[in-house]
């Protein structure tokens, strides 16, 4: 059974990077038929797809976040990480580590999600 | 890239059907068949409960049914349960390897 468990910082001060790390088990991350994706919910509010990779490095992320995010593979411990940078509280949210499998086209797996809260 | 429109809420009673609605645009659910929908109970992972506009997942119950027509997709819930409570998004490629999800509809099964 695939799982995905997200870890990281639980608070970051504003103007900071905040790193998150998805580590999967169960699966390998290097296999051809998946993207590994975040998601992430700020409170009272929906998801939002920040960015999907491909263990090659192809990427791909959402425009709104104007560049600020990076998304790595690291297929040697199995993990994906991703960077947001220059982060407010507006980036304040549950982030999500989640699979896409290209034969669906949709997010079939995904991790219990992490609180990242934004503050000084 | 603009959220996907969703009714923040609907309700309905045991045994019931509902729909819920997913609007989108011409650049996302109307340009692709590639809408999917997820069920979110709080506190939990999303479940994926459609994929590709109407195809379930094995293991998804057949009362989860999806369709879509022009710029909107839909979910239907048939037979509804007190279980089937939660959160529902949709999401649509958008083009050019992105994607957008709704602002999620809240089911109360009354």
């Known amino acids: 059974q695939l799982q995905l468990q997200e870890s990281g910082p639980g608070l970051v001060k504003p103007s900071e990077t905040l790193s998150l790390t998805c580590t999967v088990s169960g699966g390998s991350i290097s296999s051809s038929s998946y993207y590994w994706g975040w998601i992430r919910q700020p409170p009272g509010k929906g998801l939002e797809w920040i960015g999907s990779m491909y263990y090659s490095g192809n990427t791909y992320h959402n425009p709104s976040l104007k560049s600020r995010a990076t998304i790595s593979v690291d297929t040697s411990k199995n993990q994906f990480s991703l960077k947001l940078s220059s982060v407010t509280a507006a980036d304040t949210a549950v982030y999500y580590c989640a699979r896409y499998q290209t034969g669906t086209a949709s997010f079939d797996y995904w991790g219990q999600g992490t609180l990242v809260t934004v503050s000084s | 890239q603009s959220a996907l429109t969703q009714p923040a809420s609907v309700s309905g009673s045991p045994g019931q059907s509902i729909t819920i609605s997913c609007t989108g645009t011409?650049?996302?659910?109307?340009?692709?068949?590639?809408v999917s929908w997820y069920q979110h109970p709080p506190g939990k992972a999303p479940k994926l409960m459609i994929y590709?506009?109407?195809k379930r997942p094995s293991g998804v119950s057949n009362r989860f049914s999806g369709s879509k027509s022009g710029n909107t997709a839909s979910l239907t819930i048939s037979g509804l349960q007190t279980e089937d409570e939660a959160d529902y998004y949709c999401c649509s490629f958008a083009g050019s390897g992105t994607w957008v999800f709704g602002g999620g509809t809240k089911l109360t099964v009354l």
């Open positions: 011409s650049s996302d659910v109307g340009s692709y068949n590639l």
């Open positions: 590709e506009g109407s």
